[in-house]
Every structure is written in C-alpha cells, then in structure tokens.
C-alpha cells in the first residue's frame, strides 16, 4: 500500500502552478561530403555541404478522436516539430484504447514495438520491461530538467529497478458527470446514495432519457465502474488483499459488488447495445446531450468543455453503496503513458522529440482547455483562462481525495485480468450469479499465480 499513499500525495498536486520551460530540442545533423576543391586557392575556406539524415518516427497514440483538445494538440505540436525539423517525419497511428493495446500485444510478440507507443502503469507495463521491448528514459528526464515538471511521486507508476519506462500524459480520478438540464427536465436531483440513483435512473428511463452512457465495446470501461462499486462495498485495498492472501474473490464485498453492478444494468441504466459502442462512441452519447450521466476518468472533462453540452454539465462522487464505502475516495488514475522502442532505428532522435514533445504538452493542454488531469504541473490560471465552472469543480475534487483504488489491469496480472474484463463485459449481455463471477476471478487468478 506504500504505491497508494504516494498516489494520494502527489494526485493532491494536480491543480499546483509550476513554471515549465519549453524548449527546443535539435536532432543529431549528419555532415555529408564536402563540396569539390578543384581550382580552389590553398587559403580559401571550402564550404561543406551538410546533409540531415531523413528520420521517420511511427507516433502510436490514443487520441483518435478529433473533437479532443489532446488530439488537437498532438497534431500541433507534430506540425510544429516537423516545420522546425525538416528531416523528421512523424507518422501518427490513432487507435482507441483496445484497439492500440491488442495491436501493442501483436507488435511485442515480433519484436516490432513502435518508435513511440503507449503503455499503462504498473502491473500492464512490467511484461514489456521485462521482455526487454522498451528503452529506459531516465537520461532523456534529465534532458532540460523535463523530470521535474511531473507531480511528485508519478513517474514511481512507470519505473522498474530505478530504470523510467514511460511518461504518463494524466493523473486523474474517477467521478460521474451529468447533465443538469436533462437532470431538470426529468425532475431528478444528484443522488447521494447508490439506491437513490437507481431511483434516478428509472425515472429517467420513464422520460425516455438514457440515464448512463458507456462505451463497453472497450471492456476496461465497464470494469473501471465496477472496480468503483467494489471501492464502496470493500473500501481500498481489495485486489492486494487478495494477493497478499488475505481475501479471495470469493469475499462478499466482491459479490456485493457483482450484484450492484447488475443491479444498474437490469435497471436499464445503460443504452442499448452498450457493448458496441466504443469509447469514443459511448462518450460522444453524452457529448451530444443524449445520456443523462457518464461516469469515467477526469480526463473526459477537456473533450465535454468543447462539446454540445458545455454550460449544463456537473459532476458528483460517485455514491455509497448499502451505507457502505467513503465518496472521497475514488478509483485513481494515473494516465496512460509514452514509451520508447528499444530497438528503434532512430533511439536518439525519438528521445529528442519526446523530450521537446512533453515538455510543451502542459503550456499546449492549458491552451486547448484539455489541462484538467495531466500529469505535468501547469504554469496558468484556469479559471482567468476561461475553463468552464465544470472544470473548476473537478479542480476542486481533486482536493478532497482522501484515497482510491487503481483499475483492476493496473495491479492484477495480464492473463488475470483478461478474464475479468471478459467477465465483467458478460454482464452487460446476461445476468450471471454472483458467486459463479467469483468463482470464475478466483480460478483465473489462481490459474495465472502458479
């Protein structure tokens, strides 16, 4: 639990003003041939021609979506990058989350890892450290002083042996946004229990107002809501306590959980066909006025800000369950992060630009008002800036984090964690006994732990 207590240290920080520095950063030059000195006097100076070697660098990333501020400033900063370095070509691929993960999985198993991927923390990071697929960072932190503009703590996430793997683009919490003027047409108020949200969502599903958008054809969306829930029925620490041998899934703060979790979705508190939908499908829902509530990582709140539904959205902890469980502490997030090949044909050159890339991402996020939650502190004022009272009010959440939990991939092993997420999305297509999940984490996870 020490990786906890940190993560609630430095998750307080993220509203801190810093004064970043942006700099340059220029690729190795390549000196060519020099130019003939046929003719030439023995005391003039010949030219030399230089010559920039072409350098192509493959961006894999998870902003596909071009009404997000990231997405936006990603292409800026390439743009940017690209006009001041002739010779690099940055080829972007733009996957959503599953999509990118299960190309990375394919990509890693060849030996074929992009210049530049993304990866997540902890427990979903290590194998590809392990395996040798990714190049350590910790000179290129150094370059500029870039390790100092991340929170404290953050960069623990990433490291292994005292080597950093990768540089995270958020640290966020998870809380449910909603739009009040749907909130208002159906007579509804924020609720402050898990039984007063059901009562919420039934009233909605009467108005004809879809109450919960998700997007569960990326199965981490449905278990990071779950892994919420078992947050209020066992409070922190559950997924160590089964590591620790302590609990086993077979526990009933898990089954109270499971029951929840189905409790919403018989209730028809998501919309049809949920598991269709992706991530960026299942937000854009609430995005366009069409769901009522969407419960998700502070991250979404740049993309809602300059969306249809800017001015009508707040947000809320989520509720207790059965009495149970603290609304001050929330499922954390440490972001999705960048790592660099190993084996990549141009190391030095990527290093250069991922250095000059992160080092003006906080100044570049402020500006597209997509600041709320990144993992670099930011020199501004957001509400000078003109961030929307929704934004303010996620600010201000950060402040009351008393702890959390990390999703269920971060700290359990791949091959368990597989399982879970198959589970968990079952039950958005049929009603499963609590129990026979139980069951079914208990065996993937002793299965995996042999």
């Known amino acids: 639990m020490a990786k906890a207590s940190k993560m609630l240290s430095f998750i307080l920080a993220s509203t801190l003003v810093f004064s970043l520095a942006a700099c340059g950063n220029s690729t190795n030059d390549k000196k060519g041939d020099t130019a003939s000195t046929e003719g030439a006097k023995p005391t003039e100076k010949v030219a030399e021609k230089v010559v920039e070697k072409e350098v192509k660098i ?77 190049a350590p960072l910790n000179d290129m932190l150094d370059q500029n002083s870039l390790k100092d503009t991340f929170q404290e703590g953050l960069l623990d996430w990433y490291s292994f042996d005292n080597n950093t793997y990768a540089l995270p683009d958020g640290n966020n919490i998870a809380v449910v946004y909603y ?41 981490w969306t449905g278990s990071f809501l779950f892994m919420n829930m078992l947050l209020r029925t066992n409070g922190p620490g559950f997924l160590q306590d089964v590591v620790d041998q302590k609990k086993t899934f077979d526990d009933p703060a898990f089954k109270e959980a499971v029951d929840s979790f189905q409790s919403l979705v018989t209730a028809g508190a998501f919309q049809e066909g949920a598991t ?26 740049g993309g809602i800000e300059t969306s249809s539904v800017n001015g009508k959205v707040g947000v809320f902890k989520f509720p207790t369950i059965g009495g149970k469980g603290d609304p001050n502490e929330f499922m954390l997030a440490p972001g999705s992060a960048f790592a660099i090949s190993a084996n990549s044909e141009h190391l030095q050159e990527t290093k250069d630009f991922l250095n000059w890339f992160m080092l003006n991402f906080p100044k570049e996020a402020f500006t597209a008002k997509g600041a709320v939650g990144i993992g670099q502190v930011v020199d501004g004022d957001f509400k000078a800036a003109g961030y929307s009272d929704m934004a303010m009010e996620v ?27 198959n589970s968990i999305q079952n039950l958005f297509v049929q009603k499963v006994e609590a129990g026979a999940v139980a069951k079914e984490h208990q065996a993937a996870y002793e299965a995996n732990n042999k």
Do not use: C, R
């Open 276 to 301: 269709s939908f992706d991530y960026n499908a299942g937000e854009n829902l609430f995005k366009t006025g069409k769901a009522a509530m969407y419960f998700m990582g502070t991250w979404a709140t």
């Open 395 to 421: 600010l201000g959440l950060f402040k009351e984090v008393k702890g959390g939990d990390l999703a269920f991939d971060n700290t359990m092993n791949p091959g368990t964690a597989q399982v879970h997420l």
């Open 58 to 134: 493959t961006f894999q990333n998870i902003y596909p979506d071009t009404t997000d501020p990231k997405n936006q400033l990603m292409k800026k900063l390439v743009t940017q990058y690209q006009t001041e370095h002739p010779n690099i070509k940055i080829e972007l691929d733009s996957l959503n989350t599953d999509q990118q993960k299960l190309k990375l999985k394919t990509q890693a198993a060849s030996k074929e890892v992009p210049d530049i991927t993304i990866v997540n923390p902890a427990a979903q990071m290590k194998p590809f450290v392990e395996a040798g697929l990714f």
């Open 179 to 219: 739009n009040k003027e749907l909130f208002e047409k159906a007579g509804v108020q924020v609720p402050t229990t898990f039984e007063e949200m059901l009562t919420v969502v039934g009233t909605l599903k009467e108005k004809g107002i879809t109450p919960i958008a998700i997007g569960e054809k990326d199965s």
